[in-house]
């Protein structure tokens, strides 16, 4: 889809219901409960006959239109807006797995999804494999019949490594098995992960989605093209529904974690859709003219971002994220000590976490996203004690890179 369409579709998206005031912007609805005239109504809105809402944990309709507007833009057949990335990823995990199964994934992971695979979901008889999502042969191996899914991260970070798509894909729906994305780095409409075989995307909304950090979130986008899951509790759903996924999350899963989007921030959301294709345009230009400057210092002993000919995944990235695969990179200094000499000396990048922030953030991942692992844990994750990770936000690429060179100076 190119941008316009999305735009346009975005932005004609038609409410459910006439606005009672023709209101221009969907209104927060900022509404708990709702109130029927017949306890007949009442009976077929709860029962699911009908669509109309009942309390804000389950639906509601902010919150909807937000993730109507994501469901015209992606094409996909359901979407689920969460109050965070963490709560895309377990709500997803927890309708796909059971005692019992296992679910194939990379080293290379968030420190969080990390955390809720090997602690949270294990602690409910989940084994987690961990492979080389480059080796192809390997990950084939690990799945089995017990598998309840195939999970990675488009970009990993601080790794940057690329996952090839199409090669998991193919591998995954041989073996029955979904594979299941976060692209949370290169999200729609930038990049289709359907066409690359992906079954079901998550997001983290926080980031690029909220407009500039306005407010968490999350994204759960099932384009109902699989319907072999494995999980007991979704076989019993396949006769009666084109994604069990979707419905056994939908009726189930996300009314009994309790963790919906609020409509305050669907509805800052909802704007921040509008600008997306916009602020990404601008941020991964950024980043990527920034990225090629850097790479001419002496101090900085290897620039990563995978839009750059020579990294060594840039034809897979090109093939599925285009010239500009995202806002953030990472380089390498000598030590942790000269990271942090860096760091500190800093005058317009700000110290922070999070990306795609409008203001560049950066911060030194061994030591804190990543800093109550063990050092065992980060050398198995490949997180190094010399990476820095810089987002890249809307400031001028000149000033970014003024301040980065005064910094480097001894
Ligand atoms: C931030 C992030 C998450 C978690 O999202 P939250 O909204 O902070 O819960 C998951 N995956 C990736 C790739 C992220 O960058």
């Not at 500009?324 to 942090?340: H, I, N």
């Amino acid at each position: 889809m190119n941008e316009k369409e999305y735009e346009t579709k975005l932005l004609s998206t038609p409410y459910p219901k006439r606005d009672a005031y023709g209101a221009l912007s969907m209104p927060v609805y900022h509404a708990l409960a709702y109130e029927f005239s017949t306890a007949e109504e009442m009976e077929a809105a709860f029962s699911g006959r009908t669509e109309e809402h009942t309390y804000s944990r389950v639906t509601n309709p902010t919150v909807q239109y937000f993730e109507e507007r994501v469901k015209r833009a992606t094409g996909a057949y359901g979407v689920t807006a969460l109050n965070s990335g963490m709560a895309a990823i377990s709500n997803t995990f927890i309708t796909l797995a059971w005692s019992g199964s296992n679910l194939v994934t990379s080293r290379h992971l968030f420190g969080n999804t990390y955390s809720f695979f090997v602690k949270t979901l294990n602690a409910f008889g989940v084994e987690v494999r961990f492979c080389d999502l480059t080796n192809l042969e390997e990950v084939a191996e690990a799945i089995d019949e017990r598998t309840c899914g195939l999970f990675v991260e488009v970009i990993t970070n601080p790794q940057m490594e690329v996952a090839d798509l199409e090669q998991l894909g193919r591998i995954a729906h041989n073996k029955h098995v979904p594979l299941i994305a976060d692209t949370t780095i290169v999200p729609f409409p930038i990049f289709r992960a359907v066409d690359f075989g992906v079954d079901i995307e998550v997001v983290s909304s926080t980031k690029y989605i909220s407009g500039g950090a306005t407010s968490l979130g999350g994204l759960i986008i099932d384009y109902g093209l699989f319907d072999q899951y494995r999980a007991p509790l979704l076989q019993a759903l396949a006769d009666s529904s084109r994604s069990p996924f979707h419905t056994r999350l939908r009726k189930e899963v996300h009314r009994n974690l309790g963790a919906y989007m609020t409509p305050e921030v669907a509805y800052v959301q909802s704007i921040g859709l509008e600008t997306l294709p916009v602020r990404f345009e601008r941020q991964a230009a950024a980043c990527k003219e920034l990225a090629g400057k850097l790479q001419s210092l002496p101090e900085i002993q290897g620039v990563n971002y995978t839009g750059l000919k020579g990294n060594p995944f840039y034809e897979v990235s090109k093939k599925q994220f285009g010239d500009y695969p995202g806002a953030m990179l990472t380089f390498d200094l000598e030590s942790k000590e000269r990271c942090f000499g860096f760091l500190n000396k800093l005058k317009l990048i700000r110290r922070a976490t999070n990306l795609f922030d409008n203001r560049s953030l950066i911060i030194h991942p061994a030591s804190t996203i990543f800093g109550t692992f063990t050092a065992g844990q980060r050398e198995m994750m490949d997180v190094k004690e010399t990476t820095i990770r810089l987002s890249v936000g809307l400031e001028s690429v000149d000033s970014l890179f003024g301040d980065i060179r005064q910094a480097l100076a001894r």
